[in-house]
């Protein structure tokens, strides 16, 4: 480890100091060096030696000291001399060290911000727009103007603190009213009045500060956009400068009526408190602007009244002005401008073998298709004769009854219609009927009587035959009377004659059917219970094909999600890179400072916005012509075919665990009862063969009794 040179250096006490050698930073007057031994202040060395009014403007601004204007700044504390007894003019000067402060374009544009200040939402951007607020108020208190405020020399930390450097270059007002003045001011940041103005020996006023403060303010609150830059209906070059000395603010209540309207995808002063829009309206438009102690407590308010948004915590708005304006800008450009870190652990990336999720899904599903489906079904024992024991013959001196022979009961009568009276009216009847048809033209009398005739026959014959069938029903059930009721005589004597035999020969049948019954209710609980193994086979069939559907799909969706985690992590390891690569830092043909802050004005800063800008084609920029537009495509194309894939695109360990833990368990549920089902169906066979002996003995058994009983019923059959 190489030790930093040395170098000596003196109070104008004569106390001595010592520097290192190698400076911490350069500027364009000189350079700044860390004291040995202390962290809280540092040393600036002048490239050449300051002449004499300069001398005396830094001891004016130490004889100013106090602590806010330490808080606030980097501001001159005394003078150091290279030799101790101060022959020769002072050669810098001692001021507070700003440590952990960066620039603030690195906070207010969303692509540095990213990688500068990744915890930071907008409401740290409204604090930091009110602290910077208040230290520019704190030097204004001092006497002093800042005069070149500009993004360059604010420096912000990680918890909106906020401090100005090259403070001995601010204006300063001497003892006798005249005024050190300063000379520089970027375009951007005058005010109109000033944008023509020869700035040497000119005195500024804290006005001038004021309107750059807005402008700053502006930019941290619309994520780096600066308010006079926008979409114009302009047929030439309209410069941020000639916008500023015209009063075109782009994002005013009056500049669509003049032809101006704020770039596309970006906020509006609508998503702020009123008091704070008709701020920036006064700031722009008006030269009477808010003060920087104004700014200060209106930005501090508004920063105090933000909500949380629900969708995301890293998303605060200002709730009374309606929904989040950042997931709606997420929606639409799908640029979110305040990300939730990603945690990220490259120290062991995921391999295929961690992730892998063994699950034997072939094995599985084999072990159930080799089991047959369950076809087994019940069939009645069939006995050898050999089992059965001899018929119960009937009891001794039993014999067995002579057939009863009962009389047949008579037809019933068929109603006369062959009796000989009815025949020999019919066959009158029909001819009459013939010839009174045949003469209903030519004797229509004759014809009518003769109908009438017939008629009169009919009528006799119905009537004769309803007589004769009324008498031979009569006779018909008196005669069946006497059949019935000499049979039940017959039949009385039979029954109380083989009363013995009719007894035995119902015993038997009653033991028969008895035995029968036990039979059948045995057999349909067996087949019952075979019935409920096969619907159980067949349903944990089902159930196996579709928790491999399910497991196949689950397998696919992980991998899905794997891989879109990785290519996401691809994509955006290619946007890193390119969104490192700014467009201020480059050298593009045709494309200076001013059209640098026009892009940025648009939100385009790095190569990654060109690539976008070109995807998405919905909007132009002004003044960027076709020729122009190639220039930033060619540059913003070179830079992507420079990136190189290494090891920190692969997919973070903790991550895939993560996404492997959401599948894992459901997954091997699912195989663990699908194995289940496996073992279940195979073991169905082996259930029933464990069970059948018994079963089919007890049935065996049933069979035989009943078919001996069914032997010895019919051996007492009278049939």
Request: proline content about 6%; hydrophobic content about 40%; glycine content about 4%.
């Amino acid at each position: 480890m190489s030790v930093p040179s040395i170098r000596q250096l003196f109070f104008e006490t004569g106390q001595s100091l010592q520097i290192q050698a190698n400076p911490l930073a350069r500027g364009g007057e000189g350079t700044i060096h860390c004291i040995s031994g202390s962290e809280e202040y540092l040393v600036k060395i002048y490239s050449t030696e300051p002449d004499e009014s300069r001398i005396a403007k830094l001891r004016a601004m130490i004889a100013t000291e106090s602590s806010a204007l330490i808080e606030a700044s980097a501001w001159p504390l005394g003078l150091i001399y290279s030799d101790a007894q101060r022959i020769n003019p002072p050669i810098g000067f001692t001021m507070p060290a700003v440590v952990d402060h960066r620039e603030l374009h690195q906070l207010f544009s969303p692509v540095e911000r990213k990688s500068h200040f990744p915890g930071a939402n907008w409401r740290m951007l409204a604090l930091t727009a009110s602290n910077l607020a208040r230290v520019v108020h704190a030097v204004h208190q001092a006497g002093a103007v800042i005069g070149d405020l500009n993004q360059n020399n604010v420096l912000v930390s990680s918890r909106a603190t906020v401090r100005l450097i090259d403070c001995d270059s601010f204006q300063f007002r001497r003892s006798d009213g005249n005024y050190w003045t300063t000379d520089v001011g970027k375009e951007e940041y005058l005010p109109p009045e000033l944008q023509s103005a020869n700035l040497r020996d000119l005195v500024r006023s804290p006005n001038d500060d004021n309107f750059a403060l807005a402008i700053l303010i502006f930019q941290l609150m619309f994520m780096g956009r600066h308010p006079f830059s926008g979409r114009h209906n302009r047929a030439t070059d309209f410069p941020i400068g000639n916008a500023i000395i015209e009063g075109a603010y782009f994002y005013g209540r009056s500049a669509a009526q003049r032809g101006f309207s704020p770039p596309p995808f970006v906020i509006t002063p609508a998503v702020l408190p009123t008091d704070i829009s008709h701020a920036f309206e006064s700031a722009f438009l008006s030269p009477s602007r808010p003060s920087a102690l104004e700014w200060s407590n209106l930005l501090l308010s508004f920063a105090n009244s933000m909500a949380t948004c629900t969708e995301s915590p890293r998303h605060m708005f200002y709730a009374q002005a309606g929904q989040c304006p950042w997931c709606l800008l997420k929606s639409s450009i799908r640029v979110d401008y305040f990300p939730e870190p990603i945690a990220q652990n490259m120290s062991q990336t995921a391999t295929l073998d961690l992730l892998k999720i063994e699950v034997p899904l072939e094995d599985l599903c084999e072990s159930i298709t080799s089991v047959a489906p369950f076809q087994f079904k019940y069939k009645r024992p069939i006995l050898p004769k050999k089992q059965f024991r001899p018929v119960n013959l009937p009891p001794d001196g039993m014999d067995r009854p002579l057939p009863l022979n009962l009389d047949a009961e008579p037809l019933e009568p068929a109603g006369g219609i062959d009796h000989p009276m009815v025949v020999l009216i019919q066959a009158f009847l029909v001819p009459i009927v013939l010839i009174a048809m045949g003469s209903l033209m030519f004797k229509p009398v004759l014809s009518v009587i003769l109908m009438s005739i017939s008629f009169g026959l009919f009528a006799l014959c119905k009537g004769f035959q309803a007589f004769l069938l009324h008498q031979s029903h009569t006779s018909w059930l008196v005669e069946c009377d006497q059949i019935r009721s000499k049979n039940h005589d017959l039949q009385s004597d039979w029954q109380a004659l083989n009363q013995l035999w009719l007894t035995e020969h119902e015993s038997r049948l009653q033991l028969r059917d008895n035995l029968l019954a036990r039979l059948v209710d045995r057999e349909l609980q067996w087949t019952n219970w075979l019935d409920h193994i096969r619907n159980s086979d067949s349903e944990l069939r089902l159930e196996a094909k579709k928790l491999q559907n399910l497991i196949t799909q689950k397998l696919q969706s992980y991998e899905k999600e794997l891989n879109d985690h990785t290519r996401a992590r691809q994509i955006q390891a290619v946007e890193q890179w390119m969104e490192g690569h700014l467009i201020r830092d480059a050298n593009i043909a045709q494309i200076g400072r001013s059209r640098v802050a026009m892009l940025a004005s648009f939100g385009i800063e790095t190569a990654a916005d060109v690539v976008r800008l070109f995807q998405s084609q919905s909007y132009a920029i002004p003044g960027f012509g076709q020729r122009l537009m190639n220039n930033l495509w060619y540059w913003a194309a070179d830079i992507q075919t420079q990136y190189k894939p290494d090891a920190s695109v692969a997919l973070p360990m903790e991550l895939g665990l993560k996404i492997k833990s959401k599948y894992e368990q459901e997954i091997q549920t699912m195989a663990h009862r699908l194995q289940m089902i496996g073992e279940d169906l195979a073991g169905f066979m082996p259930l029933v063969e464990s069970k059948k002996p018994k079963v089919m003995g007890v049935l065996t058994q049933l069979t035989l009794e009943y078919l001996q009983a069914e032997a010895d019923v019919k051996v007492m059959s009278l049939d």
